[in-house]
């Protein structure tokens, strides 16, 4: 009742126009449903959204921050609860460089946001480890690099 917990998968931003959603709730979707294209759990998401903005009887107007780190989907969220594309979307961190307002319905309005890295006294070479800088940026790429490396075990990158 606190924390509502809802499995999403947001659309993937191939399909040229409409962007699907299927009814099923992520829950119990096929496979082939999960694997596809189309957003799946838009409802149940949709249905927490339209309750928040429930004021015993009256409905009332909420904005809702989607925040979070660079490049997990925030922009796609939005975009398919929108079903169009409201956001730019890319594959690099960087694509939302300014906080966008999406009217969802007349109700509900969700606030797009730059993704939000946390300052954590790490030292600089961490900043691309934590998609806070595109790869592209990169000075100098051989240092985080041997960092994601030195985290993984050899056996995962091929080295014995």
Avoid at 8 to 29: E, G, M, V
Avoid at 59 to 82: C, D, R
Wanted: hydrophobic letters at 40%.
């Amino acid at each position: 009742a606190e924390f509502p917990t809802v499995a999403f998968k947001a659309c993937t931003q191939q399909q040229s126009r409409n962007l699907k959603q299927s009814r099923l709730p992520a829950a119990t979707a096929p496979e082939e449903v999960l694997a596809g294209g189309a957003c799946v759990g838009a409802d149940s998401l949709l249905r927490v959204l339209a309750n928040y903005s429930r004021s015993g009887e009256v409905k009332t107007t909420i904005t809702v921050g989607v925040v979070g780190y660079p490049n997990v989907g925030k922009s796609s969220l939005i975009n398919s609860l929108k079903r169009s594309r409201a956001c730019g979307v890319g594959a690099t961190p960087g694509v939302t460089r300014c906080l966008q307002a999406v009217q969802l319905d007349r109700h509900i309005q969700l606030l797009d946001c730059p993704g939000v890295v946390m300052a954590t006294g790490a030292p600089p070479t961490a900043a691309p480890l934590r998609g806070a800088l595109a790869p592209q940026r990169l000075r100098d790429p051989l240092t985080p690099a041997a960092a994601i490396l030195r985290r993984c075990p050899p056996e995962q990158v091929g080295w014995e």
